[in-house]
Protein backbone atom coordinates (compact mmCIF):
# COMPACT_ATOMS: atom_id res chain seq x y z
CA UNK A 1 0.00 0.00 0.00
CA UNK A 2 1.77 3.18 -1.22
CA UNK A 3 0.90 6.40 1.40
CA UNK A 4 1.79 9.90 0.44
CA UNK A 5 1.44 12.09 3.64
CA UNK A 6 1.47 16.27 2.54
CA UNK A 7 2.64 18.94 5.10
CA UNK A 8 3.61 22.78 4.64
CA UNK A 9 0.76 24.07 4.39
CA UNK A 10 -1.20 26.75 5.99
CA UNK A 11 -2.69 30.84 6.24
CA UNK A 12 -0.91 32.95 4.06
CA UNK A 13 -1.45 36.87 2.70
CA UNK A 14 -1.86 37.42 -0.56
CA UNK A 15 2.23 37.76 -1.98
CA UNK A 16 3.79 35.17 0.62
CA UNK A 17 5.18 31.52 0.17
CA UNK A 18 4.82 28.08 0.90
CA UNK A 19 6.48 25.29 0.24
CA UNK A 20 4.43 21.77 0.20
CA UNK A 21 6.00 18.88 0.57
CA UNK A 22 4.53 15.32 -0.40
CA UNK A 23 6.59 12.30 1.17
CA UNK A 24 6.02 9.02 -0.61
CA UNK A 25 6.54 5.46 1.14
CA UNK A 26 7.87 4.00 -1.92
CA UNK A 27 10.78 5.52 -4.41
CA UNK A 28 9.27 7.94 -6.44
CA UNK A 29 10.76 6.34 -9.53
CA UNK A 30 7.95 3.45 -8.86
CA UNK A 31 6.06 5.99 -10.09
CA UNK A 32 5.48 7.47 -13.87
CA UNK A 33 4.61 10.72 -12.57
CA UNK A 34 3.69 12.57 -9.39
CA UNK A 35 2.39 16.11 -9.15
CA UNK A 36 0.18 18.35 -6.95
CA UNK A 37 -3.53 19.19 -7.27
CA UNK A 38 -6.11 21.02 -5.67
CA UNK A 39 -9.51 21.82 -4.65
CA UNK A 40 -10.92 25.39 -4.04
CA UNK A 41 -15.15 25.01 -2.18
CA UNK A 42 -17.20 24.29 -4.95
CA UNK A 43 -14.84 23.52 -7.55
CA UNK A 44 -13.64 20.72 -9.03
CA UNK A 45 -10.14 19.19 -8.50
CA UNK A 46 -7.51 20.62 -10.69
CA UNK A 47 -3.68 19.92 -12.07
CA UNK A 48 -1.50 22.72 -10.53
CA UNK A 49 1.99 20.92 -11.52
CA UNK A 50 3.04 17.26 -12.63
CA UNK A 51 6.10 15.80 -13.64
CA UNK A 52 6.86 12.53 -15.63
CA UNK A 53 9.57 9.81 -14.18
CA UNK A 54 11.18 11.18 -17.66
CA UNK A 55 11.43 14.63 -16.40
CA UNK A 56 8.90 16.39 -18.27
CA UNK A 57 6.85 19.26 -16.26
CA UNK A 58 3.61 20.36 -16.75
CA UNK A 59 2.20 23.26 -14.90
CA UNK A 60 -1.20 25.17 -14.71
CA UNK A 61 -1.48 28.78 -17.04
CA UNK A 62 -2.85 30.20 -13.70
CA UNK A 63 0.56 29.20 -11.60
CA UNK A 64 2.93 29.79 -14.54
CA UNK A 65 5.96 31.80 -13.19
CA UNK A 66 4.83 31.67 -9.36
CA UNK A 67 4.79 27.62 -8.34
CA UNK A 68 8.00 25.58 -8.68
CA UNK A 69 8.00 21.30 -8.56
CA UNK A 70 11.21 19.98 -7.41
CA UNK A 71 11.65 16.44 -5.87
CA UNK A 72 14.43 15.10 -3.71
CA UNK A 73 14.81 11.59 -4.55
CA UNK A 74 17.34 10.10 -2.05
CA UNK A 75 14.21 11.41 0.55
CA UNK A 76 11.51 10.14 -1.98
CA UNK A 77 9.96 13.36 -1.35
CA UNK A 78 8.02 15.73 -3.86
CA UNK A 79 7.81 19.66 -3.04
CA UNK A 80 5.26 22.51 -4.62
CA UNK A 81 6.77 25.95 -4.10
CA UNK A 82 4.22 28.57 -4.34
CA UNK A 83 5.52 32.18 -4.37
CA UNK A 84 3.48 35.64 -4.66
CA UNK A 85 0.59 33.58 -3.75
CA UNK A 86 -3.18 34.85 -4.80
CA UNK A 87 -6.79 34.94 -2.87
CA UNK A 88 -7.68 32.22 -5.83
CA UNK A 89 -4.87 30.33 -4.98
CA UNK A 90 -6.78 29.23 -1.79
CA UNK A 91 -8.09 25.10 -2.09
CA UNK A 92 -7.22 21.55 -0.53
CA UNK A 93 -3.86 20.88 -2.07
CA UNK A 94 -3.38 16.90 -2.99
CA UNK A 95 -0.36 14.94 -3.82
CA UNK A 96 -0.51 12.85 -6.64
CA UNK A 97 0.81 9.35 -7.88
CA UNK A 98 0.31 8.17 -11.08
CA UNK A 99 1.03 4.50 -12.05
CA UNK A 100 0.37 3.60 -16.08
CA UNK A 101 -0.23 0.05 -15.60
CA UNK A 102 -3.63 -0.46 -14.44
CA UNK A 103 -4.02 3.58 -14.88
CA UNK A 104 -4.04 3.62 -10.82
CA UNK A 105 -3.61 7.19 -8.86
CA UNK A 106 -2.96 7.06 -5.24
CA UNK A 107 -3.61 10.77 -3.46
CA UNK A 108 -2.49 11.71 -0.26
CA UNK A 109 -4.58 13.49 2.40
CA UNK A 110 -4.54 16.74 1.17
CA UNK A 111 -3.05 19.96 3.08
CA UNK A 112 -4.66 22.93 3.53
CA UNK A 113 -3.50 26.53 1.76
CA UNK A 114 -5.70 29.58 2.56
CA UNK A 115 -4.46 32.95 0.94
CA UNK A 116 -5.74 35.90 2.46
CA UNK A 117 -6.17 39.08 0.74
Known amino acids: QVQLVESGGGLVQAGGSLRLSCAAS????????MGWYRQAPGNQRELVAT???????NYADSVKGRFTISRENAKNTVYLQMNSLKPEDTGVYYC???????????WGQGTQVTVSS
Open 96 to 106: NAHRNWGSYDY
Open 26 to 33: RSIFSFNA
Open 51 to 57: FTSGGIT
